[in-house]
Structures are given as structure tokens and as C-alpha cells.
């Protein structure tokens, strides 16, 4: 059954996507409202701060954020050439996977944060084989910045940007200050903001604390997110493990673009340390190349009924862990 639908005409499943996810969505606007704030997320801050009195709007800002990005990211897969044009299976993974626990169905630093980051990879992408990137470059790194100030360990996907210049062959020194110069441009308004408000230095100390603790933190989740988190796991290493064995296949430009996507996962691996208490929210980073990647390891599937139960196991965990048994 998905196997077909994701094979089907277009509209239809751009309808099938739309209902699933308002029926995912309805139980949060019946529930309370649930998010907080990390260290060093000022702009996070403000928006809650805005919307403080109305938690309504938040359920609808997060769930359009969700579909928003979604939609994004497979405009980014199919328009490099990594997932077919017609198929809606990478934002219908995202809209899922983004809503598997009852904390990701409210208001949180990282639904503002992959925003930003999936549009900065979009922009990054760009970059190939053009001989003057500069705006590009600035830009993606511009955005990483921003993204940072919502959930703060997006900082180090300024890394991903430079491994990027290695991929793409971009070696000028022009792309290196640049892509620096976009990264501190936000920090320096913030930073002067914080100046003339006279809490400078209390602000510099959370930074400087933020660096020194590092390790893993409990994130008390039950049986039944450990077993969806652990089917999830396993997807993403088989998925992961079935491409990377076939990329000698693909056109030079096709393996550059998912070697982009593996140093993603790379590293949001690494950056798991910095997460601190917001580990659980932190593993939507993944999901950004997770959607690619599953999504793609599920078309290459010639039987039907492999892909269809591979389907069931991941829903079936999924709607275990979402009813919390």
C-alpha cells in the first residue's frame, strides 16, 4: 500500500501527506504546552517571549514550520537529482519522524534550527561547479549563525561548510573569509546588543560554560521510545550502509552531494556531546539525512512486500512510541 502511494500521481500524494499530517497533529492541540528553552537560544528566547500567551499559535507555528521544511527538503533532494521529482516519500518521512514524541509536537529550539540549517544546505548545494560562490557561501554560513542562536550547538555545521569547500574543490581563500565573515555577522550584532544592554559578560560566561560541560545526559525516555529509536537506528545504518556501497555507481556530482549529506550525519554525531539535556531534541538533526536516505535506500527496493515491511515496522514503532505504551 505505501509503496504504492508514494508511486502514484503527484496531487495525490500531496493529499495523502496533507491529511496524515493534520491527523498526526491533532493530539498536541488538545494537550498542554510543553516547551522551554535552552542555554545561549536568544533568538529562541524571544519567540517565546512573543507568543507566551498564546499557546494555540504555537501548535500552529511548529506544525506549519514542520510542513514548511519538509517541503523544502525534498525540493532540495529532487532538484540535485537525489530523489525522483514525483515522489513526496523524504517529506512525508520528515513530517513523521519530526512528530514521533510529544515534546517534538510543541514549540522547540530545533524546529527553528533545521529550518535554517535545510535551507543553508540548499544554498550550499548551489555551490557546485559554479566558479564565483561567494553569495552562496555567505549566505549558508549567514544562516548556520542564526540557526545557532536558537540551539546553539548548530555552531559547529560552520565545519560542514569548509569540509564543503574540500568536496566542491572550492581552495580560493576568498570562500574562507568569507564564509567567516557570514558567520560572525549575526554574532556581532547580538554581541553588541548584549553590550549596550550592560549583560555582556554574564552572557560571555554562559558561553564559556557551555564549552566546559560536555558528556551525555540521561533523557529518561520509555521502553517504547528506545524501541522506536532503535528501529530508526537500524534504518538509517542499513540505509546508509546500502548507499554508500553503491556511490561508485553514480555521476561524480551525485556522489559529492550524498558525501555532503554523510558529513552531516557526521556531524551531528559528534556534536551529540554538546546536547547536554536536550539530547532527544537534538536527534532531529538527523532527520534531516535520514529522510534522504531512507527514502532512497525505499525506492531502490524491487519487491514490494520487502518494501511494505519495512514500512509496518517503522509505523508500527512509530504509533507505539507516539501512544506511549
Not at 492541540?29 to 537560544?41: H, I, R
Amino acid at each position: 500500500m505505501f509503496t504504492k502511494i508514494f508511486k502514484s500521481d503527484y496531487i495525490f500524494q500531496f493529499i495523502f501527506l496533507m491529511i496524515i499530517s493534520i491527523i498526526i497533529w491533532i493530539k498536541p492541540f488538545l494537550s498542554a504546552d510543553l516547551s522551554y528553552s535552552p542555554l545561549n537560544a536568544p533568538l529562541f528566547d524571544v519567540i517565546q517571549w512573543f507568543f507566551s500567551d498564546n499557546p494555540t499559535l504555537k501548535i500552529i507555528i511548529s506544525f506549519l514550520l514542520i510542513l514548511m521544511q519538509a517541503l523544502i527538503l525534498k525540493s532540495i533532494l529532487s532538484s540535485n537529482d537525489l530523489m525522483p521529482k514525483n515522489s513526496l516519500l523524504p517529506a512525508f518521512l520528515y513530517i513523521l519522524l519530526m512528530s514521533s514524541f510529544a515534546n517534538f509536537q510543541h514549540i522547540h529550539p530545533l524546529l527553528f534550527a533545521n529550518f535554517f540549517l535545510i535551507v543553508a544546505l540548499r544554498t550550499i548545494l548551489t555551490t557546485y561547479s559554479k566558479p564565483d560562490s561567494y553569495e552562496q557561501i555567505f549566505n549558508a554560513t549567514l544562516l548556520i549563525s542564526i540557526g545557532s542562536m536558537f540551539y546553539f550547538p548548530v555552531i559547529f555545521f560552520l565545519i560542514l561548510i569548509w569540509l564543503v569547500f574540500f568536496i566542491f574543490s572550492l581552495l580560493k581563500w576568498r570562500e574562507w573569509v568569507i564564509s567567516i565573515f557570514g558567520f560572525i555577522t549575526p554574532y556581532l550584532f547580538l554581541f553588541s546588543f548584549y553590550f549596550l544592554t550592560d549583560v555582556f559578560q554574564e552572557k560571555m560566561l554562559a558561553y564559556q560554560l557551555f564549552f566546559k560541560k560536555i558528556g551525555f545526559y540521561n533523557p529518561h525516555l520509555s521502553i517504547s521510545n528506545y524501541i522506536f529509536l532503535g528501529t530508526v537506528g537500524l534504518l538509517f545504518i542499513f540505509s546508509l550502509l546500502y548507499i554508500s556501497t553503491r556511490l561508485g555507481e553514480k555521476s561524480i556530482i551525485h556522489r559529492k552531494k550524498v558525501i555532503v549529506l554523510i558529513m552531516f550525519v557526521i556531524i551531528t554525531i559528534l556534536t551529540l556531546f554538546f546536547a547536554k539535556d536536550f539530547l532527544v531534541f537534538h536527534l532531529c538533526l538527523f532527520l534531516i539525512p535520514f529522510s534522504y536516505f531512507f527514502a532512497h535506500f525505499m525506492t531502490q527496493i524491487k519487491k514490494v512486500i520487502i518494501s511494505e515491511i519495512i514500512y509496518l515496522v517503522l509505523f508500527g514503532a512509530w504509533i507505539y512510541s507516539y501512544l506511549g505504551f
